[in-house]
């Protein structure tokens, strides 16, 4: 019996950066045989979470930036 590659998540990352188009989304081949294989519930389960994700890395930003000014002695405020 041959040994199954396994579907980690690095392998998973570098198939979907293989089939991007320059700009940046999904080849449509790609994305039909990938994302159809999901359940509508499915697709809005990986939504939210790629959602979180994004809120997430935003907030990294904003307070990378906050720390920054704070280091050159400004006093920041929301």
Known sequence: MAKRDSLTPGVLVA???ENQNN???LKSLFAGQFLGK???EEL???Q???S???DKRQQQIVDE???YLQSLGYKVSK
């Open 15 to 17: 198939k979907f950066r």
């Open 23 to 25: 700009n940046k989304t």
């Open 38 to 40: 999901f359940t509508s």
């Open 44 to 46: 809005e389960g990986i």
């Open 48 to 50: 939210k979470s790629i």
């Open 52 to 54: 979180k994700e994004m």
């Open 65 to 67: 930036k906050i720390e």
